[in-house]
């Protein structure tokens, strides 16, 4: 099983299936895969009946490979960017990351701008510490949670269970 099958087996199972809640700005989902999202990848069909299948092609380009975490060295710093990406962003969860290594970092810093470059790949799987670097992406990922809700109180719906199954700090 690869890291990527890993890491959508737990995200995929975290975000469940069918969902069209009243509060959701992202209106019908279906394995955290969002209509929108879906149309984006060639989905026509109602968002009920998409596959696991599909959705899993989606999280593949466009939450994994679109921010190379393949050539990521540690399993929990892939998953950690990969659920950011899913739940916040692709941007965000680069963000996240490299905040995460300016603040623990001694010797250089990054610019948090969400791409994920050269310098950004070399430095995470360069730092000798990455579990101080997973916990402090996840907290970032936890801050932003109680942002977007004190700017959005729709979101107190699901601030709860953001905090219950992706923060573990």
Same mark, same amino acid.
């Given at each position: 099983?690869?890291? *990527?099958? @890993?890491?959508?087996? /737990?995200?995929?199972?975290?975000?469940?299936?069918?969902?069209?809640? &009243? #509060? +959701?700005?992202?209106?019908?989902?279906?394995?955290?895969?969002?209509?929108?999202?879906?149309?984006?990848?060639?989905?026509?069909?109602?968002?009920?009946?998409?596959?696991?299948? *599909?959705? @899993?092609?989606?999280? /593949?380009?466009?939450?994994?490979?679109?921010?190379?975490?393949?050539? &990521? #060295? +540690?399993?929990?710093?892939?998953?950690?960017?990969?659920?950011?990406?899913?739940?916040?962003?692709?941007?965000?969860?680069?963000?996240?990351?490299?905040?995460?290594?300016?603040?623990?970092?001694?010797?250089?810093?990054?610019?948090?701008?969400?791409?994920?470059?050269?310098?950004?790949?070399?430095?995470?799987?360069?730092?000798?510490?990455?579990?101080?670097?997973?916990?402090?992406?996840?907290?970032?990922?936890?801050?932003?949670?109680?942002?977007?809700?004190?700017?959005?109180?729709?979101?107190?719906?699901?601030?709860?269970?953001?905090?219950?199954?992706?923060?573990?700090?």
């Amino acid at each position: 099983m690869t890291n *990527f099958d @890993k890491a959508f087996e /737990k995200v995929v199972g975290l975000e469940g299936g069918y969902s069209n809640h &009243v #509060n +959701d700005s992202g209106g019908a989902t279906k394995y955290g895969i969002t209509e929108s999202v879906a149309r984006q990848h060639g989905y026509k069909g109602n968002m009920k009946d998409l596959s696991l299948e *599909f959705a @899993k092609s989606v999280y /593949k380009k466009s939450y994994w490979d679109s921010i190379k975490l393949d050539q &990521v #060295n +540690d399993y929990k710093l892939q998953y950690e960017m990969f659920d950011s990406a899913v739940n916040c962003g692709t941007k965000m969860a680069v963000k996240f990351m490299q905040r995460a290594y300016n603040l623990l970092s001694t010797s250089s810093s990054l610019v948090d701008d969400g791409i994920i470059g050269t310098a950004t790949l070399k430095a995470i799987n360069g730092y000798n510490k990455p579990e101080r670097l997973y916990k402090l992406a996840n907290a970032y990922q936890c801050k932003y949670y109680i942002e977007i809700t004190e700017k959005n109180p729709k979101n107190k719906s699901f601030v709860y269970g953001w905090l219950d199954h992706r923060v573990e700090v």
